[in-house]
């Protein structure tokens, strides 16, 4: 299973309308209810974007460094193949942004046999092969 950003933020943030639902995905996480957990190494820049005006560098440099600690948690380091499915996804999917392309391609590749994604976000629910774990279900 891959675990999108949205949970992660959610998790680290101090307030977060998802904060609850990401607290017990975590806390799954950590007790190996899922086996290793992926994280795409992606998710640093997106979590640097979305942060950037929420706290200063260090701040989010922290959360990175606690992600990759994370029991349970394995980072995907990004290749060429996710990045061009990603592309392909984006277009033929419409999806948000090449961030959600980029979870989706991670998702659907042999590093993530399940082909499952812990997500709130909807979008992914329309492309074929992937499988959406909502996380407020848990």
Do not use: C, W
Request: hydrophobic residues 40%; charged residues 20%.
């Amino acid at each position: 299973m891959l675990i999108e950003n949205d949970m992660i933020l959610a998790f680290y943030k101090k307030n977060d309308n998802l904060k609850t639902h990401a607290t017990r995905l975590f806390s799954s996480i950590e007790e190996g209810k899922f086996g290793s957990v992926l994280v795409p190494s992606i998710f640093s820049i997106e979590l640097y974007y979305v942060l950037r005006n929420l706290t200063g560098v260090s701040s989010v440099r922290d959360i990175i460094s606690h992600v990759v600690t994370f029991p349970n948690i394995s980072v995907v380091p990004s290749t060429i193949d996710h990045q061009l499915a990603a592309l392909y996804l984006l277009e033929n999917y419409r999806l948000g942004s090449i961030f959600d392309a980029i979870y989706a391609a991670v998702s659907l590749s042999n590093d993530n046999p399940d082909h499952t994604i812990a997500s709130t976000d909807r979008i992914y629910d329309r492309i074929e092969g992937l499988t959406r774990l909502d996380p407020t279900n848990i």
